[in-house]
């Protein structure tokens, strides 16, 4: 499954709310448990859709990669505010990774592993 073509954008760098704030951990060692990214989520880690979109959207955020360099990345919902997978914007500095590439959602709150579906170029 790939993501819409008809996509709502929010950044969120300030939350839409201050009960979708989270904290991004920069660190070289990752927390169990602590997120790379901006993105809202609930308190089970659930990926939330913005809380004003109608339809299908992504939000968009950063994440920063295991070498410490930020990357963006966009959460897609369906019309339903269901998650349905993260694209990636970057290659991850790995041969089996195109830049930008989806991870389709495995869960509420993960993607499926590997290198993702290639997003054509329009």
């Given at each position: ?26 660190s070289a ?13 609930d308190k ?79």
């Amino acid at each position: 499954m790939q993501p819409a073509t008809t996509a709502t954008s929010t950044k969120t760098g300030a939350p839409a709310s201050t009960s979708q704030a989270g904290t991004v951990s920069t660190s070289a060692t990752q927390a169990k448990n602590t997120p790379r990214s901006n993105f809202p989520r609930d308190k089970a880690g659930n990926y939330l859709p913005h809380p004003e979109a109608q339809g299908p959207h992504t939000v968009t955020g950063t994440r920063i990669g295991t070498d410490g360099v930020p990357y963006t990345q966009g959460a897609t919902f369906d019309e339903k505010g269901n998650f349905t997978g993260r694209t990636d914007v970057t290659d991850h500095n790995r041969g089996d990774h195109v830049d930008p590439h989806f991870h389709p959602a495995a869960s509420p709150n993960s993607v499926q592993p590997g290198p993702g579906v290639p997003i054509p170029k329009d």
